[in-house]
């Protein structure tokens, strides 16, 4: 027992001297830091920051110019041959000189063939039904063959190149065109070629054997039979009047006769009008011309035969197309320069309705080249282009090359131009744009009636008779 109390004494003095508060060990004491001094003022007294000045508005950004379009690239297709098929015509010789300008300045060459121009149509037509790519481009008559080779997609149609300004340049100027003639080379409103040269039927005369023989100017269609009657007679030897009898091309100078005796080719109802009354008066009158007073071997005569006479000095007056002025007065082959006066076909009894048409150059379909091609029609009907032929006598389709300072000078110069340009005039202000009688087949009906009015310059058949089968004929045909 006395060892048990002492065991509890032991512990219980082992547990206070446990929770018992130790004694904190003395820390020496720190010296108490010296107080900081205030910064020493400054000298003066600091300026007050400015207020910043206000930012200026924003100028507007300019507007961004649109980029300028590429010039137009004239060698796009250099290196490539163009093969041409051309009549022997006024545009032809007023145009051709000036193809090396064209290869010059585009690196395309350019190969040229040149037929008569009945030879031309035949060479054409069989290469066309051929779909041959032999040549790439040529000018054609719309007012003959024009809707026979629409329809038989012979021509290529251009209203897109025309749109593409990659092949046709901004200052190409498509309006400028007079809508007579732009209008003839478009078939169901697509547009088949590009017209190059207006033109019409007129009278070439003599002035310096009308003013010796004192003969008076033709009023009235009757007077030139008087005029040709009176320069024969006044001058032997030489021909009257010169005009066509070649049968495919007749129908171009003999249709303002026809007109001029108040008759068209076709009445109301479609009929063939050439055996009427006053049909049959204009193809005496006009055969009385041919066989009386013009040249012999008549009725083989075109363009090129009459020109030929008249600029050689061997006729008083040549009835054709007004685009002969350039061949007739030609310096290097004429002997009439200085002494030639130009009227239109003076009216008849039943009226002034002459001949006008358009020529037009179109690229054959089968072409492998026909953008390139594209670029000649471009270059050959360009605004100035067509000044510069229009003053070597190539009557322009585009109004520009009428109201040139050039072309104003020139007529102011030159009388003779002067009454050609009143020529001209008068035959695209009342000109009927009907050669033959209408229908698609136009070299055959031309042809119908050519031959029917060479059967009676030859004396071989009354006009009655001729007529009278002819208009059967023609009546057969599809209008």
Request: aromatic share 8%.
């Amino acid at each position: 027992m006395k060892n048990l109390i002492v065991i509890v004494a032991v512990i219980l003095a082992l547990l206070i001297a446990a929770c018992a508060t130790p004694t904190p060990t003395p820390v020496p004491p720190t010296k108490a830091p010296a107080p900081t001094q205030a910064p020493a003022p400054t000298a003066a007294p600091a300026q007050p920051t400015k207020a910043p000045e206000p930012t200026k508005a924003a100028e507007p950004a300019k507007p961004t110019e649109a980029p300028k379009p590429a010039a137009f690239d004239w060698k796009q297709f250099s290196g490539q041959t163009l093969t041409l098929y051309l009549p022997q015509h006024p545009w032809t010789n007023a145009i051709q000189p000036l193809f090396p300008d064209f290869e010059k300045q585009t690196g395309i060459k350019l190969e040229v063939q040149t037929f008569a121009e009945a030879q031309l149509r035949d060479k054409v037509l069989i290469a066309l039904q051929a779909k041959s790519s032999e040549f790439d481009f040529w000018m054609s008559l719309k007012s003959r063959e024009g809707l026979k080779y629409y329809r038989a997609g012979y021509y290529e149609i251009l209203d897109k190149y025309l749109s593409d300004p990659k092949l046709t340049p901004p200052e190409y100027n498509v309006k400028d065109f007079a809508a007579g003639p732009f209008g003839g080379e478009k078939f169901d409103n697509k547009l088949t070629g590009i017209p190059i040269i207006i033109e019409g039927p007129v009278i070439f005369y003599r002035k310096d054997l009308f003013d010796a023989a004192k003969i008076s100017f033709p009023k009235k269609i009757e007077d030139i039979e008087t005029a040709a009657a009176a320069c024969m007679k006044a001058n032997p030897g030489i021909t009257g009047v010169t005009l066509r009898g070649d049968p495919n091309a007749i129908a171009y100078t003999f249709g303002p006769f026809l007109r001029a005796f108040g008759v068209n080719y076709r009445d109301a109802n479609g009929k063939s009008q050439l055996s009427s009354p006053n049909g049959l008066k204009a193809v005496e009158y006009y055969a009385k011309l041919a066989s009386q007073y013009g040249p012999p071997g008549v009725v083989t005569y075109s363009f090129a035969q009459s020109s030929a006479l008249f600029g050689g000095g061997n006729a008083c007056m040549e009835i054709e197309s007004s685009n002969e002025l350039s061949t007739i007065v030609d310096p290097k082959s004429s002997k009439v320069v200085g002494k030639v006066g130009v009227m239109p076909y003076p009216p008849g009894p039943g009226g002034d309705v002459p001949t006008v048409l358009q020529w037009g150059v179109s690229i054959n379909a089968n072409s492998k080249k026909k953008e390139a091609a594209w670029l000649f029609a471009v270059w050959a009907t360009s605004q100035e282009m067509q000044a510069k032929l229009h003053l070597k006598g190539i009557a322009s389709p585009r109004l520009s090359a009428w109201d040139t300072p050039e072309w104003k000078a020139q007529l102011a110069g030159d009388p003779l131009r002067a009454e050609w340009a009143a020529a001209v005039k008068h035959v695209s202000e009342k000109g009927s744009g009907e050669v033959g009688p209408p229908a698609i087949e136009q070299p055959t009906v031309r042809k119908i009636m050519g031959d029917a009015i060479d059967a009676v310059i030859l004396g071989q058949k009354s006009a009655a008779d001729a007529m009278k089968a002819a208009d059967a004929e023609i009546d057969k045909l599809a209008h």
